[in-house]
């Protein structure tokens, strides 16, 4: 898969193509109804599908300081698109100039003279243009002059629910991340680096990956859960670990209140491992949240109930590895 970072990468000579158009923070199921739909219009054509999304999120640009919180890294997005057998994966800087184009103009600017598409694949609920003015039906009025297809496709899963990121945020923000990987097709993702922290899981007997996340980063709501854990791409594989399996492990998301905490974290204890890890990128995949976070009046309790909680770990993880 090529990946082009703005519109200056497509290369000299480029023929016609598919495009399919979004954000797709998370390429969740509907994200993957698009794909789908714009690879197979692709095969169907003989030409390269081309999926365009935007950096940072356009609503960072028209109202600074509402970046939503994100479901997945750029480079995640890419990794999921090329598994779904997109040709290219374009990044378009999102800037006040671009939020400025009318939709004809960024149809005319963008999609006919740089990509010469052949056919456009959206979602029903598309917008586009300065103020959003434009939608899938102006997008195929637009497509009737300039001579492309457009393809609207429904994002309604089960149950008549929508396949939205909004809707996968709101999962998250509450701890439901089994209903987030309903909605996602996997396990919502976080990802970090692991940095030193306070040491009390460690002195705990549970040493736990104090994993600090990327920006705007989707952390799930308060609690402990149980998720998978894996070393993502690293010049140094610790003792102990290999990079890029993955490993069950216990996740407390919050502030330690046992601790009058104040910072929000994210530790996560990998089941029957001890390795240095310090300084890796890693993911954790959240799978099942096992209960709300709480306030011990000792020591002793808090680590019975850690104890109860890598039981309870093992049991939902233990059979899926």
């Known amino acids: 898969m090529l990946r082009w970072r703005g519109l200056d990468e497509v290369p000299p000579g480029w023929g016609r193509c598919v495009v399919t158009i979004g954000v797709f923070d998370g390429v969740h199921r509907g994200h993957a109804q698009l794909i789908a739909a714009a690879t197979r219009a692709a095969a169907e054509r003989g030409i390269p599908s081309v999926l365009m999304t935007f950096d940072p999120h356009p609503s960072e640009v028209v109202r600074p300081g509402t970046h939503p919180p994100q479901l997945s890294t750029l480079h995640r997005r890419a990794a999921l698109a090329q598994e779904m057998g997109i040709d290219v994966f374009c990044v378009i800087p999102?800037?006040?100039?671009?939020?400025?184009?009318?939709?004809?103009?960024?149809?005319?600017?963008?999609?006919?003279?740089?990509?010469?598409?052949a056919e456009v694949v959206v979602g029903n609920n598309f917008t586009f243009g300065h103020k959003a003015a434009g939608d899938v039906a102006k997008l195929t009025e637009l497509g009737e002059r300039f001579g492309f297809e457009v393809t609207g496709v429904s994002l309604f899963g089960e149950h008549a629910v929508t396949f939205s990121s909004t809707y996968i945020r709101s999962c998250v923000a509450a701890g439901d991340v089994e209903l987030a990987a309903e909605a996602l097709g996997r396990p919502h993702r976080v990802e970090g680096i692991v940095v030193h922290g306070e040491q009390r899981g460690r002195d705990l007997g549970f040493p736990t990956a104090n994993v600090a996340s990327t920006t705007h980063a989707a952390i799930p709501g308060d609690g402990v859960y149980a998720a998978w854990f894996t070393i993502l791409k690293s010049a140094n594989e610790p003792e102990g670990m290999a990079i890029g399996q993955r490993y069950p492990s216990a996740v407390s998301v919050g502030t330690n209140p046992t601790f009058s905490g104040r910072n929000r974290t994210v530790e996560a204890y990998v089941l029957d491992v001890d390795a240095d890890i310090y300084g890796q990128h890693v993911a954790v995949d959240f799978v099942s949240r096992i209960r709300g976070m709480e306030t011990y009046d000792s020591l002793d309790a808090l680590i019975a109930a850690i104890g109860d909680d890598v039981d309870r770990t093992r049991v939902i993880l233990g059979g899926d590895d």
């Open 94 to 117: 999102f800037n006040s100039t671009l939020a400025a184009q009318s939709p004809e103009e960024f149809v005319h600017e963008v999609l006919v003279e740089e990509l010469h598409a």
